[in-house]
């Protein structure tokens, strides 16, 4: 067997599949801290969790080429950050998925849940340049489950 390559994927954002999302990060589906327990009348600590799972945030970048997507993520954005109005903070979630896939076929999925914009920002402009204008999303999220395909 041949290991999957990193390059084919897409992201769903509910039931929206954005074909924009050149690179996904933070895919850590849990971490938990770390208590040290003594053994009384020894010098032998034993580690445990301290039961908390934290879960890392997942930085989505695109490309911004003024098609359906750019007009999802802005929507998504302006519900918790607009100009001027406020917006409804951390309370717009959403769900979705980072899909794998390998020769045009899902092999697993990463869903993530309750998911909310952190921050959002796109790459410097610059005269002269042939760099692609891109958008990097930050979202927070309750956390990430992996389901392999069948």
């Known amino acids: 067997m041949e290991p999957y390559r990193a390059n084919e994927f897409v992201l769903q954002i509910a039931t929206t599949e954005s074909p924009t999302v050149s690179k996904v990060s933070g895919l850590t589906l849990g971490e ?3 208590v040290e327990v003594t053994e ?8 445990v969790s301290d039961g908390v799972v ?3 945030p997942l930085t989505i970048e695109r490309y911004v080429d003024g098609g359906p997507d750019d007009a999802e993520f802005k929507a998504f954005f302006e519900a918790m ?4 109005h406020g917006g409804q903070g951390s309370g717009l979630r ?6 794998k896939k390998h020769f045009g076929a899902e092999v697993f999925r990463v ?3 309750g998911a909310w914009v952190k921050s959002s920002s796109f790459s410097d402009l610059e005269a002269g340049s042939a760099a692609l204008l891109k958008q990097t999303v930050v979202l927070e999220h309750d956390g990430l489950e992996f389901i392999a395909s069948s």
Request: aromatic share 18%.
């Open 32 to 34: 938990t801290g770390t």
């Open 40 to 47: 009384g009348g020894t010098n032998i600590v034993h580690k």
């Open 54 to 56: 934290k879960f890392h």
């Open 81 to 84: 950050f607009k100009y001027g």
């Open 94 to 99: 959403r769900d979705g998925a980072v899909v």
């Open 111 to 113: 869903n993530f849940y």
